[in-house]
């Protein structure tokens, strides 16, 4: 007999009902809901199944390995919420024990390790499968399980729509980043946001540019990072709120002699940065000490308003410069010549296979490639076969250079990874982000008239 069973929703005596009264001394169908008990499978989940550990009503059955995996639409995730928890104790959990991946596979990250009566709580998912692995010994059992499934849908995102294009010359007093701006959401039940930044995308010169806030705005608070050009505005807070704040940045530059060109605003919800040549966002997650191989599938679990996340594959200098503008020391990208020495490739995300460059530290790029000056060098017995963006402490700022799977030390040692979002297919058409820009020049001299 098979062990598990999706029942859908149950009215009157149907023979299911009948054949599934006959397996169980008793028969509790949660109300207008689907029915999940364990084993080996694969199951797409709906809102307000329940799921039981395979004796159902009963004990659970004694000398069995199994794991199952549910899964939920793209964009969506998975909270399963445990009613009860009971199994066989043991300090370590060797004896019967309850695995929880956050993920499609035991090669996910592991949430935990459950046994006793310490139940798992409430587990969540960062995407959009969760994996249960079970194994019970072939001594005591006990009553196991009985957890509901909750779906939780990816809403749709707000939007934003900002204007502005204007001109700062030396002297100006600050001036605002935008003319004006909007932001709406297509259900009327969501009007706060957590979080907005307003960054400097392109064009930016350390010490010399400068964002801040004007006004009083009691429900947000203003942070400037320097390094990164970026000012983070925090909530929550309404919609309108938000507006106001925006509107109330000011850009203003503090040198005597201050470098011309065009700086680019990029205002975007939550904490990605968004880069309007591109089109994609980018982020950088801390994580002292990831390999890039943990990096690499840690990144693709990652979603933001629907993208699929991937280790960043940086094709133009802007990109580059925008990504060494948000790490906190060494960050891994998606790149690589694991396959073929001195043959770097992309490996992840829309550009993964693509060839950026060929050789060690002369050699030559077909497209584009920001290495620090001498790398790649492949240094050491076992090679340097991975692509990180460097510490601001070495070399030049935003490059890359070349390691092996694990880092190194120091500042060589990872502390993180970029994510890159924006580009693979079954990604949603988003507006979560807009742009502005301010011409920033030296203002001509006055020329005197002689009579």
């Excluded at 992309?346 to 290495?371: L, Q, R």
């Amino acid at each position: 007999m098979k062990e598990t069973f999706r029942l859908s929703r149950i009215f009157g005596f149907y023979s299911i009902f009948i054949v599934f009264m006959l397996l169980f001394d008793s028969f509790n169908l949660e109300a207008q809901s689907n029915i999940i008990i364990g084993s080996a499978s694969s199951v797409t989940v709906q809102d307000g199944d329940y799921f039981y550990d395979d004796g159902f009503n009963n004990n659970y059955k004694k000398k069995k390995d199994y794991t199952i995996t549910f899964n939920v639409p793209s964009g969506s995730s998975i909270n399963v919420v445990f009613e009860s928890f009971s199994v066989e104790l043991h300090s370590n959990c060797n004896y019967d024990w309850l695995k929880i991946f956050d993920g499609s596979s035991v090669s996910s990250t592991l949430l935990g390790t459950y046994c006793g009566t310490n139940s798992p709580g409430t587990v969540s998912s960062t995407g959009e499968a969760l994996t249960f692995q079970w194994h019970s010994d072939n001594s005591v059992q006990y009553a196991g399980w009985k957890a509901q499934i909750q779906v939780v849908s990816a809403s749709a995102p707000p939007v934003i729509v900002a204007n502005g294009s204007q001109t700062y010359c030396q002297g100006d007093m600050p001036l605002s980043i935008a003319e004006s701006i909007s932001i709406s959401d297509p259900d009327p039940g969501d009007t706060q946001l957590n979080a907005m930044s307003i960054q400097i995308s392109s064009g930016y010169q350390n010490g010399e540019d400068l964002l801040s806030i004007t006004g009083t705005h009691p429900n947000i608070t203003s942070s400037w990072d320097l390094a990164s050009g970026r000012l983070t505005l925090t909530g929550p807070a309404a919609f309108s709120e938000f507006e106001a704040a925006i509107l109330a940045v000011q850009y203003s530059n503090s040198s005597s002699s201050l470098t011309a060109g065009q700086r680019t605003f990029s205002i975007t919800l939550e904490e990605a940065n968004y880069l309007a040549e591109s089109g994609h966002f980018y982020e950088f997650v801390p994580y002292v000490g990831i390999r890039w191989d943990d990096a690499r599938d840690a990144a693709a679990l990652r979603t933001y308003y629907g993208l699929q996340g991937y280790l960043a594959t940086l094709s133009s200098q802007a990109e580059s410069d925008l990504a060494g503008a948000q790490i906190s020391g060494a960050g891994w990208l998606g790149g690589s010549d694991q396959d073929t020495e001195g043959v770097w490739m992309w490996m992840t995300g829309p550009e993964a296979g693509t060839v950026f460059w060929n050789g060690g530290a002369g050699g030559s790029s077909p497209n584009f490639a920001f290495w620090n000056s001498g790398e790649p060098n492949n240094v050491g017995s076992g090679g340097e076969d991975y692509v990180h963006i460097t510490d601001n402490s070495i070399g030049i700022q935003g490059s890359w250079n070349d390691l092996p799977i694990a880092g190194g030390s120091g500042a060589y040692q990872p502390k993180g990874y970029v994510v890159e979002y924006g580009g693979l297919p079954g990604d949603p058409v988003l507006q979560i982000s807009a742009t502005t820009t301010i011409t920033v020049g030296v203002a001509p001299s006055p020329v005197g008239i002689f009579h």
